[in-house]
């Protein structure tokens, strides 16, 4: 049997830290426990050494180091980036997420394309709702947004149709700027008919993924979508929401990371939002009704009932 021969170790410096994590960005997709724990025992560049010679319990992965290079390419070539754990502009609100909810769930990395500054991240708000929106949810999507916008609040969700497209347009059109999660690559941002959209939020926002370049969505990425957007906001609020709507699992992430969460109240006749009066009525989220009830629990001025 012949023993694998590892690429040449990364000279020292950024670049070669950088090329480090985009290995393990990778690795992290199929295997992100074992890249948390060799992070944890030997540090970024030892850790890509090993996922490379292998281990015991994993196979060596000898083209990792050049599987990489590929990667911080393509991500440069779609005007992106990665931002590491250990760069000054990763988003302090990540911080908790691991004691919330173990290592694993924290991203190695992120992959960013955008114009706006990573600080935009510290006034964030989640405002999200049905993919299947009424003209109800559309509209208070868009007004809610004009308002946040209007106290230098940051529009941040899943990039999906509905309630997610209607909040990020109406950010831009505030010329303010907007944050989408996506559950692909950035090179393979979904839904891909909002491809129009995703520009326009790279060119006054940010395209955020935990996923390196041509990664395809799948139905657990969805989940780790929703996940990133309730870790990287203030608060979360549902415009408009059915009972089994997908919109509701940032809500439910966002308690667990005791993050403020409010509802929109809708029409009694309404099953589109049921899901939102559901959440009310049992104490899972605020009721808000206006910009400055977000804004109350966003700044923790309102810290009485819901969200229990």
Same mark, same amino acid.
């Given at each position: ?11 020292? @410096?950024?670049?070669? =830290?950088?090329r +480090? ?5 990778r690795? +992290? ?16 560049e ?7 010679? &292998?281990?015991?319990e ?19 070539? !779609?005007?992106? =980036? ?7 502009d990763?988003? *302090? ?10 290592d ?24 999200? &709702?049905?993919? +299947?929106?009424?003209d109800?949810g ?8 004009? &308002?946040?916008? !209007? ?19 109406? *950010? ?8 989408a999660?996506?559950?692909a ?30 990664t ?22 549902v ?7 997908s ?13 403020p969460? *409010? ?11 049921? @899901?939102?009066h559901?959440l009310?009525?049992? @104490?899972? +989220?605020h009721?808000a009704?206006?910009?400055d ?11 009485? &009932?819901?969200?229990?």
């Amino acid at each position: 049997m012949h023993s694998v021969v590892p690429e040449p170790r990364p000279e020292p @410096g950024s670049a070669a =830290r950088r090329r +480090a994590w985009a290995v393990l960005s990778r690795a +992290a997709v199929h295997t992100p426990q074992r890249v948390h724990q060799l992070l944890d025992e030997y540090g970024p560049e030892e850790a890509a050494d090993q996922i490379v010679t &292998g281990t015991a319990e994993y196979p060596a992965d000898p083209h990792a180091f050049a599987r990489a290079d590929r990667d911080l390419e393509s991500a440069a070539a !779609a005007g992106g =980036r990665l931002v590491a754990r250990d760069d000054p502009d990763w988003p *302090a609100r990540l911080a908790n997420v691991g004691a919330c909810w173990g290592d694993s769930s924290v991203p190695v990395a992120l992959w960013v394309r955008g114009s706006a500054p990573l600080d935009t991240f510290a006034r964030t708000v989640a405002v999200t &709702g049905a993919a +299947a929106a009424t003209d109800y949810g559309l509209h208070v999507a868009a007004d809610l947004t004009r &308002g946040l916008a !209007a106290h230098d609040r940051t529009i941040i969700n899943g990039g999906a149709f509905g309630v997610d497209a209607a909040a990020l347009t109406a *950010a831009l059109s505030a010329d303010a700027p907007a944050i989408a999660v996506l559950p692909a690559g950035l090179d393979r941002p979904h839904p891909h008919q909002q491809a129009d959209l995703f520009t326009r939020i790279a060119d006054h926002g940010v395209l955020v993924s935990e996923y390196p370049p041509g990664t395809l969505p799948r139905r657990a990425r969805f989940q780790d979508r929703h996940r990133l957007v309730a870790a990287l906001s203030t608060g979360v609020v549902v415009c408009e929401s059915g009972v089994r709507s997908s919109s509701l699992h940032a809500l439910r992430w966002a308690r667990r990371l005791r993050r403020p969460v *409010a509802a929109i109240p809708g029409s009694i006749y309404s099953a589109s939002s049921r @899901g939102c009066h559901q959440l009310i009525r049992d @104490g899972h +989220a605020h009721l808000a009704t206006s910009v400055d009830d977000v804004l109350d629990l966003v700044t923790g001025r309102h810290t009485q &009932g819901g969200n229990r």
